[in-house]
């Protein structure tokens, strides 16, 4: 078995609204899995649930052995699966730099005492933690804005800024919402060849939701499609294209 | 950048030299009841660089800030007054008040970490009265803290065998207990500041601002939400029972109150106006508010000298002007007076652009 994260039968309810229905998915290691589905197909829904932001109503969550179940969000985190969001959150009033800073928190440890004394050790650290950050911000191509507060940077930047600041984190799993929203055509070629080469410089696995199609059959090794909060199928893009379920969802039923 | 730093030196060594000549200066400029009002400022920069901590660090909105402050000076009076016939030396009961209050800082957070903004108020500010009406009827079935009478003849701060109530002579001058309390006030509230700095440029201090901007994403960043409050509310706490401590040690006398809810919201006002989240602002509003109140009593004087009476009662014109201060700052300086460097570059292009 080479998955890094197993979903297995996860159902999520909001009042009387299913969001997820008995949904189970597999991530290999080193993929890139697609997620795709219409509007509130619950494909948010299952990244919440997969960062500890939600938890499930039944089903259960496995990382390698290990049960993910019940975990806190910077617990998740900790154990290497980390996310940006659909709806922006950066830390708008931070610059770039130290949005990408704080990603460092989880990998670092300087205490209390650390942060009042500053000795070699927390120095050091701080160090480490401001070097790695700027390398992060290049990597994702804004390190010319390192010091622009967040929230004036342009839509494609803060999207890269998120991504810095989740790689800052050193994920085995990176969870990307929509990436690719509100991107104009160039940008969103640019930003898959930065996914392929974040794949291979981190070693990273990655679950991407996305809307564009097209781009999504380019990118992924494999995509699932969720509709009203069931998976209806799984598979390479190839098949997922001729998959008359899929069509179906995304067409309509002729009535 | 050499010649920089000289002048960064020479403006430090100016600040300090006059730093400690300040109550010379004043108290025979001006007289002794000032020394005792800048000492008093002293203790409202601490309670306002503590208060940041919580309010312009992490953005937990906390109206109940003087229940610490309060634990702080309770602790003091119970443990070297006749109260108990306690009589323990300053140096035990400072961090004794400080871990009680970071202690109920704890207590107090808790239940509130999963509030935010106006309900996160709400309950600290009930919190905080909770504080003050406990102290106010602690007397019966047993008396702890005397009620309303409050606790009087407070041992005034000794530190190894020096009285700071005591007129000491030295290099020819003659220093009294409120010059005394300066410098002592001085020493601890440069300290709570060079603290409150270190950690704002920390990695506790970054996520502390993490929170602030956008709980949620700071949690799926790794932070551990729920321990950084509480470490706020703690740390906060501890600066103000420290505040507090050194407040019963320098009056001798404490009741409740003194930690009333306008106690709360002036110190708020203080950050507010003074610039949140940057530590020289925060100082500077401290500054303002507790002196400009004292100098407009002279208004009244002026008013009896002038006009053979008083018109306005000058404790109306400080609120009215208090009133007219805030409105004109959320008008023309809504970052306030001193904001930090980023939040004014921030303002200034607003308003350009």
Known sequence: MNDIVRIEEVSKQFGGIRALNNVSLSVLKGEILGLIGPNGAGKTTLFNILTGLYTPNSGQLWLGERSMLNLKPHQILQLGIARTFQNIRVFPEMTALENVMVGRHARTRAGLLGAVFRNRRTRTEETQIRTRSGELLETVGIARHSHTLAKNLSYGDQRRLEIARALATEPQLLALDEPAAGMNPAERDTLSELIRTLREQFKLTLVVIEHDVKLMMNLCDRIAVLDFGEKIAEGAPAEIRANPRVIQAYLGTEA | ?353
């Open chain 2, 1 to 353: 950048m050499a010649r920089r730093k000289r002048s960064a030196w020479v403006s430090f060594t100016l600040l300090g030299a006059g730093l400690a000549i300040l109550p010379i200066l004043i108290e025979t400029g001006i007289g002794r009841s000032w020394v005792r009002v800048i000492d008093f400022s002293l203790l409202y920069i601490m309670l306002a660089v503590g208060l940041n901590i919580v309010v312009g660090y992490a953005g937990l909105l906390d109206l109940g800030y003087i229940a610490f402050y309060a634990v702080g000076a309770y602790c003091y009076a119970l443990l070297a007054s006749p109260q108990f016939g306690l009589h323990l030396p300053f140096w035990a009961i400072l961090p004794i008040g400080a871990a009680a209050a970071a202690l109920f800082g704890i207590l107090l957070g808790a239940p509130t970490l999963r509030l935010r903004g106006d309900y996160l108020a709400i309950v600290t500010l009930g919190f905080g009265e909770i504080v003050r009406i406990f102290l106010n009827n602690l007397n019966t079935p047993v008396n702890i803290t005397n009620g309303p009478q409050g606790i009087t003849l407070i041992d005034p701060i000794r530190i190894a065998g020096f009285s700071f109530a005591a007129k000491h002579h030295w290099l020819g001058l003659t220093f009294s207990s409120p010059q005394q309390y300066y410098y002592l006030f001085l020493t601890l509230t440069l300290a709570l500041i060079f603290v409150a700095l270190r950690l704002q440029d920390s990695r506790i201090g970054r996520a502390w601002a993490a929170i602030r901007e956008d709980e949620l994403a700071a949690a799926a960043t790794g932070i551990n939400v729920r321990n950084l409050k509480l470490l706020a509310f703690a740390m906060g706490a501890t600066f103000a029972g420290v505040a507090g401590g050194l407040f019963a040690g320098f009056q001798g006398f404490v009741s409740p109150e003194s930690f009333n809810l306008m106690e709360s919201v002036m110190i708020l006002c203080m950050i507010v106006l003074g610039g949140m989240g940057n530590i020289p602002g925060v100082i500077l509003g401290a500054t303002l508010l507790t002196v400009l109140p004292e100098a407009l009593r002279y208004l009244g004087d002026w008013q009896q000298a002038w006009l053979g009476r008083i018109v306005v009662d000058p404790d109306d014109l400080r609120m009215l002007l208090f009133g007219l201060a805030l409105i004109v700052m959320m008008l023309y300086r809504p970052a306030g007076l001193w904001p930090s460097r980023l939040r004014r570059r921030e303002w200034e292009d607003q308003r350009t652009s």
